[in-house]
């Protein structure tokens, strides 16, 4: 590319030649922890009365995958007690093998129980829980409304805890920075109830008969463990401007193919069977289109054998991370502080524009994608397979120069 462009001077009416912008550096994070310390409020497991918990989340299915790593802290901090987990359609189906809860309990408060009705019908599903201790990974208007129509129907729940001091929580955590990711902000209300914080990433627990039918899809498709790379290149229908789009995939893939990687395997839903099936078009020999093919469920142990991932900000990049598969993030209108997937061998790049971060659902340059190519990703993808991270402190890693 030339470094001269042309401009036309008003007084002369001249063309002058100037340099021309250089692109903006990539910048890349990685995991970063809290940035101050919690202090103690309670020490709520060295407590005897505590016996029946229940856990409150809802959210996307990314929210909700980051918070089986803090479920994980809460069951190893109550060891013998009862847990429920109250989960909203369709996510509560991550769980249905999960050992770690007696019980989980729905109540469709965003569709078809979306009015007073499903609010008294949740109140009293709780109250008949009888539980000791709720903690809320939610905290929103809708969980704190519950929770405190709850306690104003009469019902006791000593111990409640919530990332917002006050009514209706009696344990939470200090203000935090705005950019703190909700991994770190729902840790930090563990540590203030004195619950230690030490799962690094998702946990989930599927059954045997989706292992099994992932390791038949794998074998059906002629993958290799540790050959494959995999391409989540999609995102929901609602947010078109987070994906990376499929020119970049393709040529990404040839790059991988180059580098010795025996096949590409696209992996999503069904708002992205059309991205999936363009950057497939032409290379059936060796992308392996599965997008649509799989239960979510399955694709962890998909994970669990591919070389790398690569992804946008996605909820099933979240999915990805609990495999612990070594992950790159390419993010631009989302802030990669805020949606990085979980994880020690996750990392998150981001174009150094201006305009970051925007969080807008359209955009008419969609800069932010457009100046992450795919040469600079197999940089960092060869940096990954090999182990070979530079070290650096926390958040931000290092900048990857535009070639």
Not at 84 to 96: C, E, I, K, R, T
Not at 133 to 154: E, H, K, M, P, Y
Not at 300 to 319: Q, S, V, Y
Request: include cysteine.
């Amino acid at each position: 590319m030339s470094n001269i462009w042309t401009f036309i001077d008003n007084s002369s009416g001249k063309s002058k030649a100037m340099p021309e912008p250089l692109p903006p550096p990539v910048v890349v994070f990685k995991e970063s922890g809290l940035a101050q310390d919690i202090a103690l409020v309670n020490d709520l497991p060295s407590r005897d009365d505590i016996r029946r918990i229940l856990i409150i989340k809802w959210g996307g299915m990314g929210d909700v995958v980051i918070s089986t790593a803090i479920i994980e802290d809460v069951f190893r901090a109550f060891p013998g007690r009862e847990i429920h987990l109250n989960a909203m359609p369709p996510w509560n189906s991550l769980f249905a093998d999960d050992p770690r809860f007696s019980r989980v309990w729905v109540v469709d408060l965003r569709n078809r129980e979306r009015n007073v009705k499903g609010m008294w019908r949740w109140v009293k599903t709780a109250r008949a829980g009888n539980y000791d201790l709720i903690i809320d990974l939610q905290c929103n208007d809708r969980t704190r409304l519950l929770l405190s129509a709850l306690l104003f129907s009469g019902c006791r729940i000593p111990w409640r805890i919530g990332n917002r001091p006050g009514f209706p929580y009696t344990i939470s955590h200090p203000k935090l920075p705005g950019s703190t990711h909700i991994f770190q902000r729902m840790r930090a209300s563990l540590l203030a109830a004195g619950i230690p914080a030490n799962t690094e990433r998702p946990l989930l627990h599927g059954s045997e008969a989706q292992r099994k039918r992932a390791s038949a899809i794998l074998d059906e498709s002629g993958l290799e463990d540790g050959r494959f790379a995999v391409f989540l290149p999609g995102s929901h229908a609602a947010g078109l401007t987070k994906r990376w789009g499929v020119r970049n995939y393709r040529q990404l893939a040839l790059l991988l193919k180059g580098a010795g990687l025996t096949k590409v395997v696209l992996l999503g839903g069904p708002d992205e069977v059309e991205e999936c099936a363009a950057i497939a078009e032409g290379e059936s020999g060796y992308v392996v289109n599965l997008c649509g093919k799989t239960q979510l469920l399955e694709l962890p142990a998909i994970f669990e054998r591919a070389a790398l991932i690569i992804a946008n900000d996605t909820g099933t990049a979240h999915l990805a991370a609990a495999s612990n598969q070594r992950m790159i993030v390419i993010c631009g209108p989302t802030d990669p502080r805020r949606v990085k997937p979980v994880g020690n061998g996750v990392i998150a790049i981001q174009a150094d524009l201006s305009c970051k971060n925007c969080y807008r659902k359209t955009c008419d340059h969609h800069s932010c994608m457009k100046f992450v190519t795919p040469e600079q990703v197999m940089d960092l993808a060869g940096c990954m397979v090999d182990w070979h991270l530079p070290a650096a402190p926390e958040g931000e890693l290092f900048t990857v120069p535009h070639r």
